[in-house]
Protein backbone atom coordinates (compact mmCIF):
# COMPACT_ATOMS: atom_id res chain seq x y z
CA UNK A 1 0.00 0.00 0.00
CA UNK A 2 1.73 3.22 -0.54
CA UNK A 3 1.48 5.83 1.78
CA UNK A 4 -0.20 9.25 1.45
CA UNK A 5 3.38 10.91 1.25
CA UNK A 6 4.30 8.10 -1.39
CA UNK A 7 1.19 9.04 -3.39
CA UNK A 8 1.73 13.10 -3.39
CA UNK A 9 5.36 12.63 -4.05
CA UNK A 10 5.06 10.36 -7.09
CA UNK A 11 2.17 13.06 -8.26
CA UNK A 12 4.62 15.66 -7.91
CA UNK A 13 7.20 14.05 -9.93
CA UNK A 14 4.38 13.62 -12.87
CA UNK A 15 3.58 16.92 -12.80
CA UNK A 16 7.78 17.32 -13.07
CA UNK A 17 7.91 15.02 -16.12
CA UNK A 18 4.52 16.68 -17.49
CA UNK A 19 5.85 19.78 -16.88
CA UNK A 20 9.47 18.69 -18.55
CA UNK A 21 7.58 17.12 -21.68
CA UNK A 22 5.31 20.02 -22.24
CA UNK A 23 9.00 22.02 -22.42
CA UNK A 24 9.92 19.60 -24.74
CA UNK A 25 7.55 20.47 -27.22
CA UNK A 26 7.26 24.18 -26.78
CA UNK A 27 10.79 23.78 -27.92
CA UNK A 28 10.55 21.42 -30.13
CA UNK A 29 7.68 23.57 -31.90
CA UNK A 30 9.32 26.84 -31.59
CA UNK A 31 12.31 25.08 -33.19
CA UNK A 32 10.24 23.46 -35.93
CA UNK A 33 8.57 27.07 -36.55
CA UNK A 34 12.07 28.78 -36.68
CA UNK A 35 13.33 25.61 -39.46
CA UNK A 36 9.85 26.05 -41.59
CA UNK A 37 10.04 29.83 -41.44
CA UNK A 38 13.75 29.20 -42.66
CA UNK A 39 12.75 27.52 -45.30
CA UNK A 40 10.67 30.53 -46.66
CA UNK A 41 13.10 33.40 -45.83
CA UNK A 42 15.81 33.96 -48.83
CA UNK A 43 18.86 36.15 -47.53
CA UNK A 44 17.86 39.18 -50.09
CA UNK A 45 15.27 41.32 -50.13
CA UNK A 46 13.72 43.64 -53.00
CA UNK A 47 14.64 46.92 -53.58
CA UNK A 48 11.93 49.44 -54.39
CA UNK A 49 12.21 52.73 -56.45
CA UNK A 50 13.31 54.62 -53.65
CA UNK A 51 16.43 52.21 -53.17
CA UNK A 52 14.50 50.79 -49.95
CA UNK A 53 15.00 47.24 -49.23
CA UNK A 54 11.56 45.68 -48.82
CA UNK A 55 10.85 42.09 -46.70
CA UNK A 56 13.28 38.93 -47.41
CA UNK A 57 11.59 37.61 -50.88
CA UNK A 58 10.14 34.19 -50.13
CA UNK A 59 12.22 30.88 -51.13
CA UNK A 60 10.48 28.54 -52.74
CA UNK A 61 13.63 25.85 -52.72
CA UNK A 62 16.83 25.06 -51.25
CA UNK A 63 18.76 27.31 -53.78
CA UNK A 64 16.69 30.49 -53.66
CA UNK A 65 17.53 30.35 -49.55
CA UNK A 66 20.94 30.41 -50.44
CA UNK A 67 20.70 32.02 -53.76
CA UNK A 68 23.26 29.87 -55.40
CA UNK A 69 22.24 27.53 -57.86
CA UNK A 70 25.54 25.04 -58.22
CA UNK A 71 25.04 23.70 -62.03
CA UNK A 72 22.36 22.61 -63.84
CA UNK A 73 19.57 23.51 -61.57
CA UNK A 74 16.68 26.14 -60.90
CA UNK A 75 16.20 28.62 -57.72
CA UNK A 76 12.66 29.68 -57.23
CA UNK A 77 11.61 32.81 -55.31
CA UNK A 78 8.13 34.22 -54.29
CA UNK A 79 7.26 38.16 -53.64
CA UNK A 80 5.45 39.36 -50.75
CA UNK A 81 2.45 41.70 -50.81
CA UNK A 82 4.19 44.79 -49.73
CA UNK A 83 7.29 43.65 -52.45
CA UNK A 84 4.09 42.96 -55.11
CA UNK A 85 2.90 46.55 -54.12
CA UNK A 86 5.98 47.78 -55.11
CA UNK A 87 5.93 47.06 -58.96
CA UNK A 88 2.25 49.17 -58.73
CA UNK A 89 4.46 52.10 -57.18
CA UNK A 90 6.47 51.82 -60.00
CA UNK A 91 4.53 51.31 -62.32
CA UNK A 92 1.85 53.97 -61.04
CA UNK A 93 4.91 56.71 -61.62
CA UNK A 94 7.01 55.59 -64.72
CA UNK A 95 3.91 53.76 -66.45
CA UNK A 96 5.80 50.56 -66.49
CA UNK A 97 7.88 48.53 -64.14
CA UNK A 98 10.28 46.05 -64.30
CA UNK A 99 12.44 43.53 -62.47
CA UNK A 100 15.95 43.75 -62.38
CA UNK A 101 18.20 41.04 -60.63
CA UNK A 102 22.39 40.85 -60.61
CA UNK A 103 23.49 37.44 -61.20
CA UNK A 104 27.20 36.72 -60.99
CA UNK A 105 28.49 33.11 -62.98
CA UNK A 106 31.74 31.63 -62.17
CA UNK A 107 33.35 28.67 -63.78
CA UNK A 108 36.66 26.54 -64.96
CA UNK A 109 38.13 27.13 -67.47
CA UNK A 110 37.28 23.53 -68.34
CA UNK A 111 33.43 23.58 -67.80
CA UNK A 112 33.76 27.00 -70.14
CA UNK A 113 35.23 24.45 -72.37
CA UNK A 114 32.48 21.84 -72.41
CA UNK A 115 29.58 24.76 -72.77
CA UNK A 116 28.81 24.22 -76.61
CA UNK A 117 27.00 26.90 -78.48
CA UNK A 118 23.42 25.03 -78.69
CA UNK A 119 23.31 25.18 -74.74
CA UNK A 120 21.60 27.94 -72.81
CA UNK A 121 23.61 28.64 -69.24
CA UNK A 122 20.98 30.84 -68.27
CA UNK A 123 17.19 31.51 -67.86
CA UNK A 124 15.17 34.00 -66.09
CA UNK A 125 11.42 34.79 -66.13
CA UNK A 126 8.19 35.49 -64.19
CA UNK A 127 6.29 33.19 -61.73
CA UNK A 128 2.35 33.96 -62.23
CA UNK A 129 -0.87 32.69 -60.42
CA UNK A 130 -0.98 29.70 -62.34
CA UNK A 131 2.71 28.18 -60.98
CA UNK A 132 0.85 28.06 -57.83
CA UNK A 133 -2.20 25.74 -56.47
CA UNK A 134 -5.46 26.95 -55.32
CA UNK A 135 -3.60 26.57 -52.14
CA UNK A 136 -0.76 28.39 -52.78
CA UNK A 137 1.11 25.55 -53.24
CA UNK A 138 4.40 26.46 -56.04
CA UNK A 139 3.52 23.75 -59.02
CA UNK A 140 7.27 23.97 -59.70
CA UNK A 141 6.68 21.07 -62.73
CA UNK A 142 4.55 23.52 -64.14
CA UNK A 143 6.77 26.46 -65.14
CA UNK A 144 7.00 27.00 -68.86
CA UNK A 145 9.88 27.68 -70.93
CA UNK A 146 8.42 30.40 -72.57
CA UNK A 147 8.66 32.77 -69.90
CA UNK A 148 12.21 32.32 -70.05
CA UNK A 149 14.87 35.14 -71.28
CA UNK A 150 18.02 33.08 -72.86
CA UNK A 151 21.42 34.30 -72.70
CA UNK A 152 23.59 32.46 -75.05
CA UNK A 153 26.99 31.45 -74.28
CA UNK A 154 29.75 32.63 -76.83
CA UNK A 155 33.48 32.93 -76.16
CA UNK A 156 32.90 37.20 -74.94
CA UNK A 157 31.38 36.08 -71.97
CA UNK A 158 34.14 33.91 -70.83
CA UNK A 159 35.80 36.98 -69.02
CA UNK A 160 37.40 37.93 -65.45
CA UNK A 161 40.47 34.76 -65.10
CA UNK A 162 41.72 34.46 -61.77
CA UNK A 163 44.06 31.44 -61.10
CA UNK A 164 42.24 29.57 -63.61
CA UNK A 165 38.72 30.32 -62.62
CA UNK A 166 36.18 32.67 -64.82
CA UNK A 167 32.91 34.65 -63.59
CA UNK A 168 30.93 36.98 -65.34
CA UNK A 169 28.49 39.47 -63.55
CA UNK A 170 25.30 41.18 -65.63
CA UNK A 171 22.31 42.77 -64.68
CA UNK A 172 19.11 41.96 -65.92
CA UNK A 173 15.65 43.18 -66.41
CA UNK A 174 12.45 41.65 -67.28
CA UNK A 175 9.49 43.71 -67.96
CA UNK A 176 6.16 43.39 -65.97
CA UNK A 177 3.19 42.19 -68.59
CA UNK A 178 0.41 44.49 -68.55
CA UNK A 179 -3.04 44.19 -69.66
CA UNK A 180 -5.01 45.83 -72.77
CA UNK A 181 -6.58 48.52 -70.54
CA UNK A 182 -3.20 49.07 -70.14
CA UNK A 183 -3.37 47.42 -66.25
CA UNK A 184 0.10 45.91 -64.76
CA UNK A 185 -0.36 41.97 -64.36
CA UNK A 186 2.03 41.84 -61.57
CA UNK A 187 4.13 38.24 -61.07
CA UNK A 188 3.86 36.17 -58.15
CA UNK A 189 7.63 35.53 -57.95
CA UNK A 190 10.48 34.86 -60.52
CA UNK A 191 13.01 32.06 -61.44
CA UNK A 192 16.49 31.39 -62.58
CA UNK A 193 17.61 28.34 -64.28
CA UNK A 194 21.90 27.98 -64.85
CA UNK A 195 23.96 25.20 -66.63
CA UNK A 196 26.81 27.01 -64.52
CA UNK A 197 27.42 27.89 -60.78
CA UNK A 198 25.33 31.28 -60.19
CA UNK A 199 24.80 33.00 -57.21
CA UNK A 200 22.06 36.08 -57.19
CA UNK A 201 23.13 39.37 -55.52
CA UNK A 202 20.28 41.31 -55.37
CA UNK A 203 16.90 42.31 -56.85
CA UNK A 204 15.54 45.48 -57.18
CA UNK A 205 12.32 46.89 -59.25
CA UNK A 206 12.94 49.81 -62.02
CA UNK A 207 11.41 51.33 -64.66
CA UNK A 208 11.46 49.75 -67.93
CA UNK A 209 14.34 49.65 -70.40
CA UNK A 210 15.60 47.69 -73.45
CA UNK A 211 18.45 47.03 -74.77
CA UNK A 212 22.28 46.82 -73.65
CA UNK A 213 24.61 48.99 -71.69
CA UNK A 214 28.54 48.13 -71.27
CA UNK A 215 29.73 52.11 -69.84
CA UNK A 216 29.72 50.53 -66.47
CA UNK A 217 31.99 47.92 -64.91
CA UNK A 218 29.05 45.61 -64.98
CA UNK A 219 27.39 45.34 -67.92
CA UNK A 220 23.45 45.53 -68.51
CA UNK A 221 20.38 44.17 -70.35
CA UNK A 222 17.27 44.85 -70.43
CA UNK A 223 13.88 43.06 -72.50
CA UNK A 224 10.25 43.91 -73.00
CA UNK A 225 7.89 41.68 -71.36
CA UNK A 226 8.41 39.23 -74.13
CA UNK A 227 11.84 38.38 -73.53
CA UNK A 228 14.72 37.84 -75.68
CA UNK A 229 18.19 36.85 -76.15
CA UNK A 230 21.61 38.09 -74.66
CA UNK A 231 25.15 37.66 -76.68
CA UNK A 232 28.40 40.14 -75.93
CA UNK A 233 27.77 41.08 -79.97
CA UNK A 234 25.45 43.58 -79.78
CA UNK A 235 25.21 44.21 -83.45
CA UNK A 236 21.49 43.81 -83.85
CA UNK A 237 19.38 45.38 -81.21
CA UNK A 238 15.64 44.27 -81.46
CA UNK A 239 13.73 47.14 -79.62
CA UNK A 240 10.26 45.83 -81.40
CA UNK A 241 9.06 44.78 -77.86
CA UNK A 242 9.15 48.45 -76.42
CA UNK A 243 5.08 49.16 -78.02
CA UNK A 244 4.24 46.56 -75.07
CA UNK A 245 6.31 48.80 -72.63
CA UNK A 246 6.03 52.40 -73.94
CA UNK A 247 3.15 54.96 -75.22
CA UNK A 248 3.18 53.90 -79.33
CA UNK A 249 2.52 57.73 -80.39
CA UNK A 250 2.76 61.37 -79.09
CA UNK A 251 -0.08 62.71 -76.89
CA UNK A 252 -0.26 65.65 -74.23
CA UNK A 253 -0.14 63.15 -71.23
CA UNK A 254 2.24 60.78 -72.72
CA UNK A 255 5.47 60.72 -74.59
CA UNK A 256 7.17 57.82 -76.86
CA UNK A 257 10.28 56.68 -75.44
CA UNK A 258 14.27 57.72 -76.39
CA UNK A 259 17.10 55.78 -77.80
CA UNK A 260 19.72 56.73 -75.73
CA UNK A 261 23.28 55.69 -77.54
CA UNK A 262 26.42 55.80 -75.40
CA UNK A 263 29.69 55.95 -77.06
CA UNK A 264 32.97 54.84 -76.62
CA UNK A 265 36.11 56.89 -74.72
CA UNK A 266 38.64 54.57 -76.74
CA UNK A 267 40.92 57.17 -78.90
CA UNK A 268 40.71 54.61 -81.75
CA UNK A 269 37.17 55.56 -82.48
CA UNK A 270 37.62 59.66 -81.98
CA UNK A 271 36.93 61.96 -84.73
CA UNK A 272 39.34 64.48 -85.54
CA UNK A 273 39.23 67.66 -87.54
CA UNK A 274 40.42 65.60 -90.34
CA UNK A 275 38.78 62.38 -90.27
CA UNK A 276 34.98 62.19 -88.88
CA UNK A 277 34.07 58.43 -87.56
CA UNK A 278 30.67 57.83 -87.45
CA UNK A 279 28.45 54.93 -86.90
CA UNK A 280 26.23 54.00 -89.36
CA UNK A 281 22.85 52.61 -87.68
CA UNK A 282 20.26 50.91 -90.19
CA UNK A 283 17.04 51.66 -88.20
CA UNK A 284 14.16 50.06 -90.11
CA UNK A 285 13.87 51.33 -93.44
CA UNK A 286 16.28 54.64 -92.39
CA UNK A 287 19.57 54.71 -91.98
CA UNK A 288 21.20 57.21 -89.07
CA UNK A 289 24.61 58.09 -88.56
CA UNK A 290 26.61 59.36 -85.22
CA UNK A 291 29.26 60.90 -84.88
CA UNK A 292 31.70 59.67 -81.98
CA UNK A 293 33.93 62.62 -80.22
CA UNK A 294 35.31 62.59 -76.97
CA UNK A 295 33.14 65.87 -76.01
CA UNK A 296 29.68 63.67 -76.30
CA UNK A 297 29.45 60.32 -74.52
CA UNK A 298 25.69 59.99 -74.32
CA UNK A 299 23.08 60.88 -77.22
CA UNK A 300 19.50 60.80 -77.63
CA UNK A 301 17.42 59.68 -80.55
CA UNK A 302 13.62 59.98 -80.07
CA UNK A 303 11.56 57.29 -80.89
CA UNK A 304 9.29 60.08 -82.36
CA UNK A 305 11.89 60.78 -84.76
CA UNK A 306 12.17 57.59 -86.27
CA UNK A 307 10.22 56.61 -89.63
CA UNK A 308 9.85 52.95 -87.24
CA UNK A 309 9.49 53.60 -83.68
CA UNK A 310 10.23 50.74 -82.05
CA UNK A 311 12.49 49.04 -85.12
CA UNK A 312 15.17 46.45 -85.29
CA UNK A 313 18.51 48.44 -84.96
CA UNK A 314 21.55 47.28 -87.03
CA UNK A 315 25.17 48.74 -85.76
CA UNK A 316 27.31 48.52 -89.16
CA UNK A 317 29.87 50.82 -89.31
CA UNK A 318 32.45 51.07 -86.33
CA UNK A 319 30.10 49.17 -84.15
CA UNK A 320 32.56 48.58 -81.30
CA UNK A 321 32.23 52.55 -80.56
CA UNK A 322 28.59 52.23 -79.53
CA UNK A 323 28.88 50.79 -75.61
CA UNK A 324 25.05 51.36 -75.20
CA UNK A 325 21.94 50.99 -76.64
CA UNK A 326 19.17 51.61 -74.14
CA UNK A 327 15.28 52.13 -75.22
CA UNK A 328 13.75 54.09 -72.18
CA UNK A 329 10.76 56.30 -70.61
CA UNK A 330 11.28 59.54 -72.76
CA UNK A 331 13.18 61.94 -69.84
CA UNK A 332 10.46 64.66 -70.98
CA UNK A 333 7.97 62.47 -69.76
CA UNK A 334 9.70 61.32 -66.54
CA UNK A 335 9.70 65.21 -65.77
CA UNK A 336 6.09 65.82 -67.03
CA UNK A 337 5.24 63.07 -64.83
CA UNK A 338 7.07 64.19 -61.40
CA UNK A 339 5.52 68.02 -61.29
CA UNK A 340 2.37 69.08 -61.50
CA UNK A 341 3.47 72.38 -62.38
CA UNK A 342 3.83 70.43 -65.96
CA UNK A 343 0.59 68.02 -66.13
CA UNK A 344 -1.47 70.98 -68.08
CA UNK A 345 -2.65 70.05 -71.38
CA UNK A 346 -0.38 72.96 -72.71
CA UNK A 347 3.09 71.36 -73.78
CA UNK A 348 5.45 72.81 -71.82
CA UNK A 349 8.36 69.78 -71.29
CA UNK A 350 10.32 69.65 -74.37
CA UNK A 351 11.46 66.41 -76.06
CA UNK A 352 15.12 65.94 -76.18
CA UNK A 353 17.55 65.46 -79.12
CA UNK A 354 20.09 66.19 -81.62
CA UNK A 355 19.24 69.23 -83.62
CA UNK A 356 19.82 67.02 -86.54
CA UNK A 357 16.82 65.12 -86.54
CA UNK A 358 14.61 67.98 -85.18
CA UNK A 359 14.02 69.12 -89.00
CA UNK A 360 12.44 65.96 -89.83
CA UNK A 361 10.56 65.08 -86.88
CA UNK A 362 7.52 64.53 -88.34
CA UNK A 363 4.29 67.03 -87.18
CA UNK A 364 2.44 63.76 -87.34
CA UNK A 365 4.39 62.75 -83.96
CA UNK A 366 3.57 66.42 -82.29
CA UNK A 367 2.12 66.02 -79.37
CA UNK A 368 0.18 69.71 -80.20
CA UNK A 369 -1.42 70.46 -83.67
CA UNK A 370 0.36 74.08 -84.11
CA UNK A 371 4.10 73.53 -82.59
CA UNK A 372 6.54 71.15 -81.16
CA UNK A 373 9.12 72.35 -78.76
CA UNK A 374 13.03 69.86 -78.82
CA UNK A 375 15.80 70.96 -75.98
CA UNK A 376 19.32 70.26 -77.37
CA UNK A 377 20.54 66.72 -75.40
CA UNK A 378 23.80 67.83 -74.50
CA UNK A 379 23.07 71.61 -73.66
CA UNK A 380 20.24 71.92 -71.32
CA UNK A 381 18.47 75.16 -71.56
CA UNK A 382 18.42 75.71 -75.27
CA UNK A 383 15.23 75.11 -76.71
CA UNK A 384 13.92 74.78 -80.35
CA UNK A 385 10.44 75.45 -81.45
CA UNK A 386 8.78 74.20 -84.20
CA UNK A 387 5.40 75.10 -85.79
CA UNK A 388 2.77 74.90 -87.92
CA UNK A 389 3.07 77.66 -90.31
CA UNK A 390 3.85 81.48 -90.13
CA UNK A 391 1.09 82.76 -88.13
CA UNK A 392 1.54 80.44 -85.11
CA UNK A 393 4.93 81.42 -85.07
CA UNK A 394 4.14 85.15 -85.34
CA UNK A 395 1.44 84.90 -82.63
CA UNK A 396 3.84 83.18 -80.53
CA UNK A 397 7.33 85.75 -81.61
CA UNK A 398 5.83 88.45 -83.51
CA UNK A 399 5.80 90.93 -80.82
CA UNK A 400 8.59 90.09 -79.53
CA UNK A 401 10.61 90.03 -82.59
CA UNK A 402 9.93 93.67 -82.94
CA UNK A 403 10.15 95.03 -79.68
CA UNK A 404 13.71 93.21 -79.58
CA UNK A 405 15.39 93.90 -82.98
CA UNK A 406 13.27 95.10 -85.12
CA UNK A 407 14.84 98.45 -86.88
CA UNK A 408 12.45 101.51 -86.21
CA UNK A 409 10.53 99.81 -83.82
CA UNK A 410 12.87 98.19 -81.06
CA UNK A 411 12.02 98.56 -77.65
CA UNK A 412 8.09 99.63 -78.02
CA UNK A 413 5.36 97.06 -77.40
CA UNK A 414 2.78 97.34 -80.37
CA UNK A 415 -0.49 96.59 -80.13
CA UNK A 416 -2.39 94.06 -82.38
CA UNK A 417 -3.57 96.71 -84.23
CA UNK A 418 -0.14 98.50 -85.01
CA UNK A 419 0.99 94.98 -85.96
CA UNK A 420 -1.36 94.63 -88.46
CA UNK A 421 0.08 92.44 -91.27
CA UNK A 422 3.43 92.80 -90.89
CA UNK A 423 5.47 89.36 -90.52
CA UNK A 424 8.13 88.67 -87.64
CA UNK A 425 10.91 86.86 -89.17
CA UNK A 426 10.79 83.26 -90.30
CA UNK A 427 13.58 81.75 -87.92
CA UNK A 428 14.47 83.63 -84.35
CA UNK A 429 16.70 83.48 -81.86
CA UNK A 430 16.27 84.76 -78.07
CA UNK A 431 18.92 84.73 -75.02
CA UNK A 432 17.10 84.54 -71.53
CA UNK A 433 18.16 88.17 -70.61
CA UNK A 434 16.29 89.71 -73.93
CA UNK A 435 13.53 87.70 -72.81
CA UNK A 436 13.20 88.75 -69.69
CA UNK A 437 13.24 92.38 -70.41
CA UNK A 438 10.18 91.96 -72.71
CA UNK A 439 7.90 90.29 -70.59
CA UNK A 440 9.35 92.60 -67.71
CA UNK A 441 8.08 95.75 -69.64
CA UNK A 442 4.81 93.90 -70.83
CA UNK A 443 4.35 93.45 -66.69
CA UNK A 444 5.64 97.08 -66.22
CA UNK A 445 2.76 98.72 -68.86
CA UNK A 446 0.44 96.23 -67.46
CA UNK A 447 0.39 95.45 -71.69
CA UNK A 448 -2.40 92.34 -72.45
CA UNK A 449 -0.32 89.59 -74.25
CA UNK A 450 -2.42 86.99 -76.43
CA UNK A 451 -2.30 83.61 -75.07
CA UNK A 452 0.48 82.22 -77.14
CA UNK A 453 2.88 84.76 -75.27
CA UNK A 454 1.45 83.70 -71.93
CA UNK A 455 1.95 80.28 -73.16
CA UNK A 456 5.35 81.20 -74.24
CA UNK A 457 6.18 82.77 -71.04
CA UNK A 458 4.94 79.78 -68.98
CA UNK A 459 7.33 77.11 -71.33
CA UNK A 460 10.02 79.53 -70.78
CA UNK A 461 9.30 79.33 -66.67
CA UNK A 462 9.18 75.59 -66.48
CA UNK A 463 12.50 75.17 -68.22
CA UNK A 464 14.74 77.59 -66.55
CA UNK A 465 15.12 80.05 -68.92
CA UNK A 466 13.16 82.39 -66.84
CA UNK A 467 12.93 82.86 -63.12
CA UNK A 468 9.66 83.88 -61.09
CA UNK A 469 10.41 86.97 -58.96
CA UNK A 470 7.28 88.09 -57.87
CA UNK A 471 5.28 89.71 -60.85
CA UNK A 472 8.33 89.95 -62.33
CA UNK A 473 10.87 87.40 -64.03
CA UNK A 474 14.70 87.20 -64.13
CA UNK A 475 16.69 85.71 -66.60
CA UNK A 476 17.50 81.72 -66.04
CA UNK A 477 20.20 80.39 -68.16
CA UNK A 478 19.26 78.96 -71.71
CA UNK A 479 18.03 80.55 -75.16
CA UNK A 480 15.63 79.84 -77.79
CA UNK A 481 15.41 79.49 -81.59
CA UNK A 482 11.91 79.43 -83.75
CA UNK A 483 11.41 77.64 -87.30
CA UNK A 484 8.19 76.90 -89.23
CA UNK A 485 7.17 74.35 -91.30
CA UNK A 486 6.09 76.66 -93.74
CA UNK A 487 9.57 77.29 -94.70
CA UNK A 488 11.33 75.36 -97.90
CA UNK A 489 12.86 72.35 -96.31
CA UNK A 490 16.16 73.86 -97.48
CA UNK A 491 15.58 76.59 -95.94
CA UNK A 492 14.39 74.90 -92.72
CA UNK A 493 17.77 73.30 -92.88
CA UNK A 494 19.76 77.00 -93.41
CA UNK A 495 17.86 78.44 -91.18
CA UNK A 496 18.34 76.45 -88.25
CA UNK A 497 22.49 75.95 -88.99
CA UNK A 498 22.44 79.80 -88.41
CA UNK A 499 20.11 80.14 -85.46
CA UNK A 500 22.01 77.26 -83.15
CA UNK A 501 25.25 78.29 -83.93
CA UNK A 502 23.62 81.49 -82.02
CA UNK A 503 22.93 79.65 -79.01
CA UNK A 504 26.20 78.41 -78.44
CA UNK A 505 27.45 82.14 -78.77
CA UNK A 506 24.41 82.90 -76.07
CA UNK A 507 25.33 80.17 -73.58
CA UNK A 508 29.40 80.02 -73.68
CA UNK A 509 30.85 83.52 -72.37
CA UNK A 510 34.43 81.74 -73.45
CA UNK A 511 33.25 81.76 -77.15
CA UNK A 512 31.86 85.02 -77.21
CA UNK A 513 35.26 86.43 -76.09
CA UNK A 514 36.93 84.07 -78.51
CA UNK A 515 34.31 85.73 -81.42
CA UNK A 516 35.68 88.58 -80.69
CA UNK A 517 38.96 88.14 -80.46
CA UNK A 518 38.76 86.61 -84.43
CA UNK A 519 36.09 89.41 -85.30
CA UNK A 520 38.94 92.46 -84.53
CA UNK A 521 41.59 89.83 -85.91
CA UNK A 522 40.16 89.31 -89.04
CA UNK A 523 41.37 90.27 -92.32
CA UNK A 524 39.66 94.60 -91.85
CA UNK A 525 38.48 94.80 -95.37
CA UNK A 526 36.65 91.51 -95.60
CA UNK A 527 35.13 92.69 -92.21
CA UNK A 528 34.57 96.36 -93.39
CA UNK A 529 32.37 94.45 -96.86
CA UNK A 530 30.93 92.16 -93.88
CA UNK A 531 29.11 95.53 -92.23
CA UNK A 532 28.79 96.38 -95.62
CA UNK A 533 26.76 93.98 -96.71
CA UNK A 534 24.45 94.18 -93.67
CA UNK A 535 23.32 97.42 -94.43
CA UNK A 536 22.97 97.15 -98.43
CA UNK A 537 20.49 94.56 -96.94
CA UNK A 538 17.58 96.56 -95.29
CA UNK A 539 15.41 93.21 -95.07
CA UNK A 540 18.04 91.92 -92.40
CA UNK A 541 16.92 95.13 -90.11
CA UNK A 542 20.24 94.38 -87.78
CA UNK A 543 22.23 97.51 -86.05
CA UNK A 544 25.49 97.36 -87.29
CA UNK A 545 26.34 99.53 -84.35
CA UNK A 546 25.75 96.87 -81.98
CA UNK A 547 29.12 94.97 -81.65
CA UNK A 548 27.57 91.96 -79.76
CA UNK A 549 24.94 91.80 -82.41
CA UNK A 550 28.05 92.27 -85.04
CA UNK A 551 30.40 89.67 -83.84
CA UNK A 552 27.01 87.06 -82.92
CA UNK A 553 25.81 87.39 -86.79
CA UNK A 554 30.01 87.01 -87.92
CA UNK A 555 30.13 83.99 -86.10
CA UNK A 556 26.85 82.67 -87.21
CA UNK A 557 27.51 83.39 -91.21
CA UNK A 558 30.94 81.95 -91.21
CA UNK A 559 30.40 78.63 -89.21
CA UNK A 560 26.48 78.03 -90.86
CA UNK A 561 28.59 76.91 -93.92
CA UNK A 562 30.93 73.94 -94.31
CA UNK A 563 34.41 74.83 -94.02
CA UNK A 564 35.72 74.43 -98.10
CA UNK A 565 32.37 76.48 -98.79
CA UNK A 566 32.95 79.36 -96.53
CA UNK A 567 35.22 81.87 -98.93
CA UNK A 568 32.71 80.94 -102.42
CA UNK A 569 29.60 81.88 -99.76
CA UNK A 570 31.32 85.24 -99.34
CA UNK A 571 32.13 85.61 -102.61
CA UNK A 572 28.69 84.60 -103.95
CA UNK A 573 27.06 87.31 -101.92
CA UNK A 574 29.65 89.74 -103.41
CA UNK A 575 28.09 89.18 -106.62
CA UNK A 576 24.79 90.64 -105.56
CA UNK A 577 23.49 93.46 -107.43
CA UNK A 578 22.42 95.01 -104.56
CA UNK A 579 25.47 94.23 -102.55
CA UNK A 580 27.98 95.70 -105.30
CA UNK A 581 25.90 98.68 -106.01
CA UNK A 582 26.35 99.65 -102.59
CA UNK A 583 30.09 98.58 -101.98
CA UNK A 584 31.58 97.85 -105.55
CA UNK A 585 35.65 98.31 -103.94
CA UNK A 586 35.15 95.62 -100.67
CA UNK A 587 32.95 93.77 -103.57
CA UNK A 588 35.74 93.58 -105.69
CA UNK A 589 38.09 92.93 -102.95
CA UNK A 590 36.16 89.69 -101.75
CA UNK A 591 35.91 88.34 -104.89
CA UNK A 592 39.42 88.79 -105.94
CA UNK A 593 41.03 87.19 -102.88
CA UNK A 594 38.12 84.23 -102.99
CA UNK A 595 36.52 85.20 -99.71
CA UNK A 596 40.23 83.94 -98.28
CA UNK A 597 39.81 86.63 -95.21
CA UNK A 598 36.54 84.88 -94.55
CA UNK A 599 38.44 81.28 -94.38
CA UNK A 600 40.89 82.43 -92.17
CA UNK A 601 38.42 83.55 -89.72
CA UNK A 602 36.95 80.18 -90.23
CA UNK A 603 39.80 78.24 -88.89
CA UNK A 604 40.15 80.44 -85.61
CA UNK A 605 35.90 79.59 -84.98
CA UNK A 606 36.14 75.72 -86.09
CA UNK A 607 38.94 74.91 -83.73
CA UNK A 608 37.33 76.23 -80.87
CA UNK A 609 33.94 74.30 -81.49
CA UNK A 610 35.56 71.42 -82.43
CA UNK A 611 37.60 71.27 -79.17
CA UNK A 612 34.98 72.08 -77.19
CA UNK A 613 31.91 70.64 -78.59
CA UNK A 614 33.20 68.12 -81.51
CA UNK A 615 31.49 69.80 -83.90
CA UNK A 616 32.43 71.44 -87.46
CA UNK A 617 32.06 74.28 -89.77
CA UNK A 618 28.45 73.33 -91.69
CA UNK A 619 27.61 70.87 -89.04
CA UNK A 620 27.26 71.30 -85.24
CA UNK A 621 24.45 68.08 -85.13
CA UNK A 622 26.18 64.44 -84.03
CA UNK A 623 22.91 62.84 -85.64
CA UNK A 624 22.25 62.60 -88.99
CA UNK A 625 19.69 60.99 -91.17
Not at 505 to 524: K, L
Not at 578 to 587: I, K
Amino acid sequence: METKKEKKSMKKSVKIIIGIIAAVFVIDAALFAKVVSGKKNSNIGLQNIYDETIDSMIALNQNARTSVIREGDYLYYQFTEKQKKSFEECFEQYKNASLLIRAEISYSKETAQRISSGELPFNFGFLYADDFSDKGNFLNDKVSAVKKITVNADEAMFVSEENGNYSYAMDISLAIKKTDQNIPVIPEGFFVYSVLKCRIKGAGVVPSEIGFDYSSDIPFYGFSSNGGNITRNNSIIDFTGGSLIFPAQNTKSGIMPEIVVSLTSDKRYESTLEKSIRVKMKIGSEKIFVKVTENAKKLIIPSGSLVTPFPVIELTDNRPAVTGLIMRNSSSAVKNNSDNEFSSSEICVPIKTDPGLILNYSPKNWRSEDYEIFEWDRLPGIIFFDTRNYTVQDNFFRRLAFYIEKAGYKGRLLTNSELGTMHGFNALDYRAETLADFFNKATELDFKLNKEEILLKKILLANGILIADGQRVKPGYGAIVSISQESSSSLRVQLLAHEAWHMLFFIDDDFRNYTAAAYYTMDPRSREFLIDYFRSQPSLGYDVTDEYLMHNEFMAYILQNSFSNVGQYFVNHAQWKSVMSFTPELCDYVIKTNGQGFTDAAVMLENYVFDKYGVICGCLNLVQR
